[in-house]
């Protein structure tokens, strides 16, 4: 049967990217983002780590409300997204860390615990953790809250050894960049895809702070000193652009799919 003679009904859109060369560059690039905007308003605007909680909160919302909305995946409301629950994911740890004085040793397993609770809601639901088949707004929402976990994990694992147990945020990075290339072998040599997607998806996001707080920290604390103004507009910039390039070529989108 051809797909002219499809039922619309059973026409799959996916509502996720493609996994590409761009889904990882701008995810490493949206991480940075997270980790230096959370600082920048808080700290160079002055408007505090509560406040700035608040209002990307309130941000995400309105955010996230949008890209439910969408039927299949539209580069510029997606990579959106992602970059708000970057920075609300890096304020969640810090908020836990800063003024609730919840030690990095208790926040990162717990934010692991509930990151596998996640995951296994959505296999028991849907029997698949799979990012290729995100149709439907059930599977798009656990998509997310998986999404906004990872962030949270990742900013508190990377926090934890490169500032708790003093790592630096050179060593922190080059660490988790090693860990991210063993997951690459692994499933060169045919481990699971789905696992190595989110082992390197969480693992993305200390090392993207971790290189984010390099440029951006003061040399007295092991950075760069250009500061998170510079970081953040460099690092939006090529989001922008990126995003630009894959709105208008769609060479990330999945076609449509007959699901039967």
């Not at 060369?21 to 160079?44: C, H, M, P, R, S």
């Not at 970057?86 to 860390?97: A, E, K």
Request: aromatic share 10%; with cysteine.
């Amino acid at each position: 049967m051809s797909d002219t003679t499809t039922p619309l009904a059973r026409r799959a859109l996916n509502r996720v990217p493609e996994v590409t060369i761009y889904f990882w560059i701008i995810k490493l690039l949206a991480v940075t983002v997270g980790e230096t905007a959370a600082d920048f308003l808080a700290d160079n605007l002055g408007l505090g780590l509560a406040n700035t909680t608040y209002l990307m909160t309130g941000v995400l919302v309105v955010v996230m409300a949008i890209q439910l909305t969408r039927r299949r995946y539209i580069a510029a409301p997606y990579w959106i997204a992602v970059t708000m629950v970057s920075i609300v994911g890096t304020l969640l740890t810090d908020n836990l860390t800063d003024r609730l004085n919840v030690s990095l040793y208790v926040s990162t397993p717990v934010f692991a615990a509930l990151l596998a609770v996640v995951f296994a809601a959505w296999y028991a639901v849907e029997g698949t953790l799979s990012i290729h088949t995100i149709y439907t707004s059930r599977r798009e929402t656990f998509y997310w809250l998986a999404v906004l976990l990872t962030f949270a994990l990742g900013t508190a694992a990377g926090d934890l050894l490169s500032e708790e147990i003093g790592l630096g945020y050179t060593k922190t990075g080059l660490l988790f960049l090693g860990g991210i290339a063993l997951v690459s072998l692994l499933w060169k040599l045919g481990a699971n895809a789905i696992a190595c997607f989110w082992a390197a998806y969480i693992m993305t996001r200390p090392l993207g702070a971790s290189f984010g707080d390099l440029m951006s920290q003061p040399r007295s604390a092991g950075g760069l000193a250009l500061g998170t103004t510079v970081t953040s507009i460099v690092f939006l910039g090529a989001i922008l652009a990126l995003v630009g390039f894959l709105q208008i070529t769609k060479v990330d989108r999945t076609e449509s799919r007959d699901i039967g």
